[in-house]
């Protein structure tokens, strides 16, 4: 069965930079694609960057220009760097396999707090 592993969350001012990554267990990393999704309190969950097996990249409107994702094949982990965070990026932040542009797939990490805060 197929874990996925968020990290890197935590506190940050409103200006700083995180680094999420998610370790994904199991083999054929590499045919999956893999999502960054978010969700803040009273919200839906909704999708930040998703990348293709091929790494072709998608990312939402809201952090286009914020946000990179990308991913280690070697490591069996994506990634998900966040710069210039704002308060409305605070969320919990889950790392989604195996979905498309437009819905998850069905494994799901635990998901890592972001906060965004002065």
């Known amino acids: 069965q197929v874990q996925l592993v968020e990290s890197g969350g935590g506190k940050v001012q409103p200006g700083g930079s995180l680094r999420l990554s998610c370790a994904v267990s199991g083999s054929l990393f590499s045919a999956y694609s893999m999502g960054w999704y978010r969700q803040a309190p009273g919200k839906q969950r909704e999708l930040v960057a998703f990348i293709t097996s091929g790494g072709n990249t998608l990312i939402a409107d809201s952090v286009k220009g914020r946000f990179t994702i990308s991913r280690d094949s070697f490591k069996n982990t994506v990634y998900l760097q966040m710069n210039s965070l704002k308060p409305d990026d605070t969320a919990v932040y889950y790392c989604?396999?195996?979905?498309?542009?437009?819905?998850?797939?069905?494994?799901w990490g635990q998901g890592t707090q972001v906060t965004v805060s002065s």
């Open positions: 989604n396999r195996g979905g498309t542009y437009t819905d998850p797939g069905a494994a």
